[in-house]
């Protein structure tokens, strides 16, 4: 297998990584227009490229560019800014290569799927949002779905969180600060009664209590996070959302910034003559109190599935904690955006049928049980928990799991 891969930031090398510790994938191209970026993505490929890494400059806005680059590569995974991945799914379809994106716009990624004909035409699949979340945490609760008859409730809580929390905030970042702000202050979309509504960001904050050494947590809605999955689920789920993990207290600061206006987008006088966009301001204090390099991440997963199995109320838990690896360099926030995205261009290009030609959302295009034996593989933490809920606690003949 030969893949191609554009960006080679932290996400782009995390995915250049899980393919090259595959034996049968014979080259890895790696491509970005900085030479920077592409000298350091060298140095830290170099314990498992084994020749059989490339590094090229290559401009991801150029689609025909790509389209040519794409020759004799059965596979492109998108790891640069979501707004360039529609031309850039277009371009893998006229190579006849598939695609898979990490997501981040729900639009472009509806505009993606409606490449369906061309892709099935063309023989490929196009699969967006298969980064963390939307991705993992979205074929997971697939996985937990199709274990029941019927589906009332499906909980989606995921964060990246510092391993040593500094207070006040309790936060590291883990990904782009603009990235972030966009979560925090976007509506969220969810399922109320089985029908489609959108709800404030970091709104309906509630309590978790997670493994240790977390401990209590708190979780609220966060945008972007389900993606198509609501859509597609809609009439068929009563209830269903996604919310980011943080540490106690997080909250209630980011909704007070944002009650503030620190992150309205409309510029505002701060002396005369010279206007500035609050949020552009809230980017940079982000940057400057969140980013904390040398401290290290974690990613935790708590997906809670309700419904009926055989007549009787049921529930699925699938639970995760990643502390990244660090002798290797990869944070906790890496594996888990930069592997799913190779595990699924591993099953649409590996030629065993896995994934059928088409583009599609991830709740329906990704092999649920196929992702979790490849997440089992490459040493994720991964467990899930199915227990009765007519019974008294604790639940009797708990069904553990380990992956």
Not at 27 to 38: F, G, K, P, R
Not at 154 to 164: E, F, H, I
């Amino acid at each position: 297998m030969r893949f191609l891969i554009l960006g080679a930031g932290f996400q782009g090398r995390a995915c250049a990584y899980d393919m090259l510790r595959n034996p049968a994938v014979t080259e890895v191209a790696l491509c970005d227009m900085s030479e920077a970026n592409l000298a350091s993505a060298k140095k830290f490929l170099a314990k498992v490229a084994g020749g059989r890494a490339k590094f090229k400059r290559l401009d991801a806005g150029n689609p025909a560019a790509v389209k040519k680059a794409l020759k004799g590569y059965g596979a492109m995974v998108s790891c640069v800014p979501y707004f360039l991945n529609l031309p850039l799914a277009k371009a893998a379809i006229a190579a006849r290569a598939h695609y898979v994106d990490l997501g981040g716009n729900t639009d472009i990624v509806k505009d993606e799927i409606a490449l369906h004909p061309l892709a099935v035409k063309a023989g490929v699949s196009v699969l967006p949002d298969n980064g963390l979340g939307p991705g993992m945490i979205s074929t997971l609760a697939v996985h937990a779905i199709s274990m029941l008859d019927r589906v009332d409730e499906v909980l989606l809580r995921d964060g990246g969180l510092p391993q040593k929390p500094v207070p006040p905030m309790n936060y590291m970042l883990t990904f782009s600060e603009h990235g972030l702000i966009n979560e925090y202050a976007a509506p969220a979309t969810a399922l109320r009664d089985g029908k489609l509504v959108r709800l404030p960001g970091l709104s309906e904050t509630e309590i978790i209590d997670l493994p240790a050494p977390l401990g209590r947590c708190e979780a609220a809605h966060a945008a972007g996070g389900l993606s198509t999955m609501a859509e597609t689920y809609a009439g068929k789920v009563k209830t269903m959302d996604n919310k980011l993990i943080r540490y106690p207290g997080h909250v209630a600061v980011i909704n007070a910034m944002s009650a503030m206006g620190f992150f309205d987008e409309a510029p505002i006088e701060v002396r005369k003559g010279v206007k500035v966009a609050p949020r552009e301001i809230a980017a940079k204090l982000f940057r400057r109190h969140f980013h904390r390099p040398g401290d290290e991440d974690m990613v935790v997963i708590h997906n809670i599935v309700r419904g009926v199995k055989d007549g009787r109320p049921a529930e699925i838990v699938h639970s995760l904690v990643d502390y990244g690896d660090k002798e290797n360099g990869l944070t906790a926030m890496m594996r888990t955006t930069g592997w799913p995205a190779s595990i699924v261009a591993h099953m649409a290009a590996d030629g065993r049928g896995r994934i059928k030609p088409g583009a599609y959302p991830v709740e329906i295009g990704v092999p649920a049980e196929s992702f979790v034996d490849e997440a089992r593989k490459r040493g994720f933490n991964l467990t899930w928990k199915f227990r009765w809920l007519d019974r008294p606690e604790p639940a009797v003949n708990p069904k553990l799991v380990v992956l």
